[in-house]
């Protein structure tokens, strides 16, 4: 916790983007967390990638639920739209936030308990729905909020600050979000921006459900010798599979790759996304293979960060739905309420 | 890059970017702090101990420290360094019982001092709570030099200047005033075991243009006309008067000659205005009293008739900049200009001038006739003989005097005791002290204030146009004086990172205000400079280098150039790899 508020004076040549506004433009309130703890390197990762993809602030709606990692959208875009919601259940919210308007950016903010205990089956189904939104755990193994008990993610065998060792096994969220339909699945760190921020980015074009797995150590209760999820146990044991890069336009920029290590995906909005194999018998575009490799490299105890799986061709909820391009927000009483004679039409069309 | 040394004393002073440009090193932020706590009597002692004269640099002081204050690069304007020490001047209470104490018991050793200007003034401040004997001869019947003599009194109120001269010569010092030296030889023939030359630049430099000599009664050499004024001897001056020259004394000499009747004033410049010599805000003050200055406009001629001063032509020259960025006048194709005067002051610089120390005692002069010297020791080729002040290198200003003689102290001291004065000089040192008193206390006021600079509030004009005693700026008061303060961003207060606690958890990078931390790789300076969170695009200012990091390959590495001193960095590391510590540079005197 810090009480000096951080002064506004910012460093003289800090870049502005498209919009003419600083990365500092896209910061919220101080943290009120710990200090040192992962979440906030998270919320300095998101306000980057915002500023760098010149995102205007009142175009994003933050929802989290309950955990320090909920917390933390007050730290973080300061001029956005925002909904704090209950424990376990961001996911119900963001789905109607989402059917109702949907030309938002949503980013959605949880915690390893909120997303891996209380809210599985939250999770689960939002998943399924595919809803268009870049949906981050900060994954500490921990409940952070109430003070260190072992979270749903927390590996078996890793200890308490006590010693203790957990003697249940681990969910592995990103795992589970390629199997049921997410088309977008990273893992990163929040040590390691030059990874994370790229990531972020991707995520946040991605027209569809994009999931990142974000490791996030907790200074507090989480980050002692024993534990899987400190800074240095992560710094460590993890590596990364594949990178993402966003390129602002199409024209692929040739940069020094290895043959055939990068490859670019268009977006639909004219930007490139380029995907960097850091190892040749890994494809993230195969749901099954990625899949294979994730459980062997976790049997061995490796953390396998970047980008794990992506579908370049995602559909997402309001596709599956068929529902009208106009956010629903948006229409008239006439044309939601077309009134009871079509509903008669309707009922007599199930008799 | 090799992990930076903090031990080394330079460093976290180059950091203190105000200390480091003040020629004497004043701890400026020390005393800003003290101005805030309202403890305005040890803010004028931690003055008093570097500068020597904190009531009269905190009006008059050329001001080394502002353009340096890392607020101009941060913001925009610095912090008012010399009006704060005004303040700390101003609101002081009794300072007697921290004065140095005299001995009784002195320690056999005389020393003269020549010229009782500050040069001098500050090595007898120096040298007497050490025992030594300080005979000082002075010309003039009083004891101040230029700043009795030519500082007007209406930038410097004489009971200001008294009260810190006869501080010094309170101490003990054996003033023989009125007495002017004219034998270097027959005064070491009086035994004394060391001499100070502290006797100024004090020949004006005059025009030979055609003219000059029947016009000789109606022209006045700047400083010369400056002191007649300061010692009462002139107290008009009448008709158009026109000022030659650029620098300080010029714009003394015509914010003068409007205080004392001149039915018109001007000031007319051979150069550009950009590169006039004067100081910003005394050409400020000229121009708010209405004084207009005509710049590229050499002087050709004087014009008399009938034995009376009719006026002086001159060219018209533009100038054009050149390939090394300096400026060549060209003539402009303007008809030559001719401008009515009753009397020309000329203030067009000073020249170094000592017709009564003998060729042949070891002391060299250069072609300026400036004394050939030690530049560290300020000693001569008489080993005896000490120079200082505007005597030594040529006019400079106050601060320099009192910069040069703290040198100059320590070399008397030395060559006193037998010692090496170049070998034997107490060394510089720093002091780290943490300035934590909890988990996010610190002992200093770590929030600036992001305000523009505070006017100070001047004298209403036409009353102070009408007497040259009035002074034209009145100063902070202490509530001005207190915002103002709180503007200055205590760059003493530094950041002192130790690499084996820290876990890489990017705490401090994220919090950082001004993008100054960056955790990376290490590479050569100009390629590091590049790959930082924001370009380091400014040599002047170090980079901080830690050595290896425990868990990765990577080192910290922070840019000094734009931190706020804030210490969020600190407040939000979790291990306390950041400390804010204050860093207390130790600049020697003879008797620290
Ligand atoms: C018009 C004018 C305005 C200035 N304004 C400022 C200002 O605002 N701020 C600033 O910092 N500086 C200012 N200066 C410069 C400043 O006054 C000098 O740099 C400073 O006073 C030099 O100090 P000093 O001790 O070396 O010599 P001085 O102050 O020049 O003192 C030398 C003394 O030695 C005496 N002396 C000389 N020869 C002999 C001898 N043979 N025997 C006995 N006595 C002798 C002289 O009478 C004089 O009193 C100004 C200078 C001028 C000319
Ligand atoms: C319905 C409900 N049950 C339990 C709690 C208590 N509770 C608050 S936060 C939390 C766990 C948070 O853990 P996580 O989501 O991992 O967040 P972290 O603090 O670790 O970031 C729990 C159990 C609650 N607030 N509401
Ligand atoms: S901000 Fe204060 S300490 Fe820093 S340079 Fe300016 S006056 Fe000196
Ligand atoms: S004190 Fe620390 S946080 Fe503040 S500006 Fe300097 S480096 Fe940044
Ligand atoms: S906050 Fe402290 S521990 Fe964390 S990276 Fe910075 S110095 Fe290291
Ligand atoms: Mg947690």
Known sequence: MTFVAKPKTHHPKLPRNELGLTRRDYEGAVSTLCAGCGHDSVSAAIIQACHELSIPAHRVAKLSGIGCSSKTPTYFLGKSHGFNSVHGRMPSVATGANMANRELYYIGISGDGDSASIGLGQFAHIVRRRINMTYVVDNNGTYGLTKGQFSATNDKGSTSKKGVPNLYEPIDLAMMAIQIGATFVARSFSGDKEQLVPLLKAALKHEGFAFLDVISPCVAFNNHNGSTKSYEYVRGHSSALALADLIPTRDAIEVDYAPGAAEDVAMPDGSTLRLRKLRDDYDPRNRVTAMDTLMRMNEKGEIVTGLLFLDDDPSDCHEILGTVDEPLASLGEAELCPGSERLETINAAFR | ?592
């Open chain 2, 1 to 592: 890059m090799k992990p930076t040394d903090i031990t080394d004393p330079n460093y976290f002073h180059k950091v203190v970017d105000c200390q480091w440009a003040c020629p004497a090193h004043t701890p400026v932020p020390e005393y800003i702090r003290l101005i805030s706590q309202e403890r305005y009597t040890e803010a004028y002692m931690v003055n008093w101990d570097s500068n020597v004269f904190p009531g009269i640099l905190g009006r008059t002081c050329d001001r080394p420290c502002e353009p340096a204050c890392r607020r101009v690069r941060t913001e925009e304007k610095p912090v008012a360094i010399c009006r704060l020490k005004r303040v700390a001047a101003d609101h002081k209470g009794d300072i007697r019982d921290y004065l140095p104490r005299i001995p009784e018991q002195k320690n056999g050793k005389r020393i003269a001092c020549v010229g009782a200007g500050p040069a001098s003034l500050a090595v007898a401040r120096d040298l007497l709570p050490m025992g030594y004997e300080v005979h000082m001869f002075e010309r003039d019947p009083k004891g101040g030099g230029m700043m009795r003599s030519q500082i007007p009194a209406f930038r410097l109120p004489m009971d200001v200047l008294e009260e810190e001269v006869n501080l010094i010569l309170e101490l003990g010092v054996v003033c023989h005033f009125g007495q002017e030296i004219t034998s270097m030889q027959a005064l070491l023939d009086q035994g004394f075991d060391a001499v100070f030359v502290g006797t100024g630049a004090p020949r004006g430099r005059d025009l030979d243009l055609p003219g000059r000599a029947e016009a000789d009664p109606f022209i006045h050499l700047g400083i010369d006309w400056l002191a007649s004024v300061a010692f009462g001897h002139t107290d008009r001056i009448e008709g158009k008067v026109v000022v030659l020259g650029g620098g300080n004394t010029a714009m003394d000499c015509c914010r003068t000659s409007r205080r004392l009747g001149a039915e018109s004033v001007q000031v007319v410049v051979r150069s550009a205005f950009e590169v006039m010599k004067a100081s910003e805000w005394e050409k400020e003050e000229a121009i708010a009293e209405g004084i207009p200055i005509l710049n590229n406009r050499p002087p050709k001629s004087f014009v008399v008739e009938d034995g009376k001063l009719k006026g002086m032509w001159f060219e018209c020259v533009e100038p054009v900049r050149q390939d090394d960025g300096r400026l060549k006048y060209v003539p402009s194709g303007e008809a030559d200009v001719f401008i009515e005067c009753d009397h020309v002051l000329i203030a067009i610089g000073q020249d170094n001038h000592c017709p009564w120390i003998e060729r042949d005692l070891g002391i060299e002069f250069d072609r300026w006739d400036c004394p050939v010297l030690d530049a560290e020791t300020l000693q001569s080729g008489n080993p005896k003989v000490f120079f200082g002040g505007d005597s030594a290198f040529g006019p400079e200003n106050i601060i320099w005097a009192s910069a040069h003689a703290h040198k100059a102290a320590i070399s008397i001291d030395l060559f006193c005791q037998g010692k090496d004065v170049k070998a034997d000089r107490p060394p510089e040192g720093v002091n780290l002290i943490s300035q934590k008193m909890g988990m996010h206390e610190w002992s200093y006021d770590s929030e600036h204030d992001p305000a523009p600079r505070y006017h100070v509030p001047h004298a209403d004009l036409s009353r102070s146009l009408s007497n040259i005693k009035i002074e034209v700026e009145l100063g902070f008061d202490r509530h001005l004086g207190a915002k103002e303060a709180q503007r200055c961003l205590n760059c003493d207060v530094q950041t002192v990172f130790t690499e084996k606690l820290c876990i890489e958890c990017d705490a401090c990078v994220d919090i950082c205000p001004m993008d100054c931390i960056t955790f990376t790789a290490n590479r050569e300076e100009e390629e590091l400079r590049q790959h930082l969170m924001a370009p380091a695009d400014n040599p002047a200012q170090d980079l901080y280098v830690s050595g290896d990091l425990p868990d990765t390959d990577r080192v910290m590495v922070k840019d000094e150039d734009v931190c706020l001193h804030c210490g969020l960095c600190a407040e939000r590391c979790p291990t306390g790899a950041w400390d804010m510590q204050k860093s207390i540079i130790n600049i020697p005197q003879v008797h620290a």
